[in-house]
């Protein structure tokens, strides 16, 4: 048996939005439904390099499908200036459940960035208005590009403001996709009046205030996944229909952790959990909503439902690499 390995650019290829959307959906099914096991997210902090690794093992069963991984990734914001490295690195093990052998070693820096689009993308589907056009983004970085792919495949986005203090990744995204959508320059404000928003900074003071957002703006919070974080103005969150990924994560490190423990935030002004709404068991945007938020901290279920997309298509397309892990 051969253990495959995927580069950078092989899982680019190899993971066709339509399909990593509707896989984190069915992800998010199977966590609420008990169909899945995710054992809490691991760090091991490394304040003498300003840096941390994560550890983020799951399982999850679906109708069709199981699958099971391991991603080992890192935050060190220092990477780019010092070693000319990304903040964010990331390797994925992909498992054959039934006899745990190594399906696969893969990027898992390029499959975070797809999979965090697409679960923005499956939150925005439950919880934007349904004629959501226009997409305003703060933070040109490289998240940023994946959440106008995934979310254009759940809303017909014709135009998008894009926000961020440095001008040349402004001028990046921009370039990037000037001939697919009408995509401008704006300040946060009018990055938050569109229909959707999406904040992918790394910010712990936050930056968008109820002033900023439009009356019926879905906003994707999905740059807090660290103790401290904190993009969106605590009066903003406690006006809005607050919807999680998952509580555990949430109130350690996510969108709400700061508000959260201090107390200016408890449990009742949580709507709910994301996966409550895909199986029904509570309302996605209704006609009474206002300003809907979604808290994304990233969960293990989708980097394993990303890998079995990735690697069921290279496997089937004959990419990547093929070698002798285990030698049996």
């Known amino acids: 048996m051969e253990t495959l390995l995927l580069a950078k650019e092989d899982v680019r290829t190899n993971t066709p939005m339509p399909d990593l959307v509707a896989a984190l959906r ?3 099914v199977a966590y609420e439904r008990g169909d899945a096991q995710m054992p809490a997210k691991s760090y091991i902090d490394l304040p003498q390099y300003n840096g941390d ?16 991984g391991i991603k080992w990734v890192n ?10 490295l990304p903040t964010v690195m990331g390797t994925m093990i992909y498992s054959d459940p039934t006899n745990a052998y190594p399906l696969a070693i893969m990027d898992g820096t390029e499959l975070t960035m797809k999979r965090t689009g697409a679960a923005a993308a499956v939150a925005t589907d439950a919880l934007a208005v349904a004629d959501a056009s226009s997409l305003g983004i703060v ?16 809303r017909d986005i014709e135009e998008v403001v ?5 001008e040349e990744r402004v001028t990046r995204f921009i370039e990037r996709f000037e001939d697919e959508f009408d995509v401008r320059a704006g300040t946060i404000s009018e990055a938050g009046h569109c229909d959707v928003l999406s904040t992918v900074t790394p910010v712990e003071d936050p930056i968008v205030h109820p002033a900023d957002l ?7 919070a999905m740059g807090a996944d660290a103790a401290g974080k904190h993009e969106i103005a605590d009066d903003a969150l406690l006006a809005a229909k607050l919807v999680i990924d998952d509580y555990a994560q949430t109130t350690h490190s996510g969108e709400i952790n700061v508000p959260w423990s201090a107390g200016v935030l408890d449990d009742d002004d949580i709507y709910g959990e994301l996966g409550e709404i895909l199986t029904g068991q509570k309302e996605g945007r209704t006609a009474d909503d206002t300003v809907t938020v979604f808290d994304s901290t ?20 004959g990419v990547g690499t093929g070698f002798d892990l285990l030698g049996v």
Request: aromatic residues 10%; without cysteine; glycine residues 6%.
């Open 26 to 28: 069915e992800a998010f």
């Open 298 to 317: 990233g969960l293990a279920i989708q980097d394993v439902a990303a890998a079995h997309v990735v690697y069921t298509h290279a496997d089937e397309h």
């Open 75 to 84: 935050v060190h914001p220092d990477n780019p200036d010092s070693f000319d």
């Open 214 to 220: 439009g009356e019926h703006t879905h906003v994707n």
């Open 139 to 154: 933070g040109a970085g490289v998240q940023s590009y994946t959440q106008l792919e995934a979310i254009a495949e759940v």
């Open 162 to 166: 894009v926000s961020d203090l440095r």
């Open 53 to 68: 690794f994560r550890s983020m093992p799951a399982y999850l069963e679906t109708e069709e499908w199981d699958a099971a």
